[in-house]
């Protein structure tokens, strides 16, 4: 690299800080918000939650991924099958 670009890319870089340092400095401050949030974690409603999303019983609300999951993991006998199709349609 020539000592001229060198001096252009020192001078183009000099001219961006100047500008930014000429520009008015605004500190934001974000607005107190009226409600607060708490947040735990709950065994029993992740079990719930683990086993309303297996049969599936809701398409596009619950999840076959947890189906999927279980499967590969445990496997899925006829009995089972028969229970989670027995719960989708209690639900």
Same mark, same amino acid.
């Given at each position: 690299?020539?000592?001229s670009?060198?001096?252009? @890319?020192?001078?183009?870089?000099?001219?961006?800080?100047?500008g930014?340092?000429a520009m008015?400095?605004h500190?934001?401050?974000?607005?107190?918000?009226p409600y607060s949030v708490?947040?735990?974690?709950?065994?029993?409603?992740? $079990?719930?939650?683990?086993l309303?999303?297996?049969p599936?019983? $809701?398409p596009?609300?619950?999840?076959?991924?947890?189906?999927?999951?279980? @499967? @590969? @993991?445990?496997? $899925?006998?006829?009995?089972?099958?028969t229970l $989670?199709?027995?719960?989708?349609?209690?639900r």
């Open positions: 690299m020539s000592s670009s060198c001096a252009l @890319r020192f001078h183009g870089a000099a001219a961006v800080l100047a930014l340092m008015p400095f500190t934001l401050h974000a607005a107190e918000s708490e947040v735990r974690y709950s065994a029993t409603l992740n $079990l719930f939650n683990l309303d999303n297996l599936d019983w $809701l596009g609300y619950t999840s076959p991924v947890y189906r999927e999951a279980w @499967r @590969r @993991r445990f496997g $899925l006998t006829d009995q089972d099958r $989670l199709a027995d719960y989708a349609a209690f």
